[in-house]
């Protein structure tokens, strides 16, 4: 997370301006293989890959923040709803507590999505950045 926001610090410009898709086939190639790889991660860890999959879109595939964010959620659902469906097949979740944190989740995602399509893409930039930073302090000083 740390290497993320840096990255993304350094280059002010990432998720900027639509380039419409990669620059290159090696762009391309490059791009998804990287996202395959986040793809791996994220099934095995989650913490964090959306938000490097969010940079690695932005830079390989020269997508905006806004696409990126929006290409990257998709993901995420198909993802997320995977894992779900192998966790209640275990018997592992409490179905009250994550019906009520799912609609949580849902509404605050459906404000958040709504809020993001009034802003600019450097507003978007600096609440990237921001959240990166928050995560990559969470991951380094977890609470007791």
Known sequence: MIGVAIFSMLNKNLGQANHDGPTSRIG???GYATTFLLAIYG???SGG???MLTAAFGLLFGMTFLQAVATTKVINVFSSGVA???FVWRGV???KLGVILG?????GALLGGRMAL???TIWLWRIFIVAVLSLAIKLLLPLH
């Open 28 to 30: 391309a190639i490059a």
């Open 43 to 45: 099934g095995f860890f």
């Open 49 to 51: 890959y959306v938000t």
């Open 84 to 86: 779900t469906l192998v």
């Open 93 to 95: 979740v409490d179905l």
């Open 103 to 107: 609609a949580s989740v849902f509404l």
């Open 118 to 120: 009034f802003l600019s």
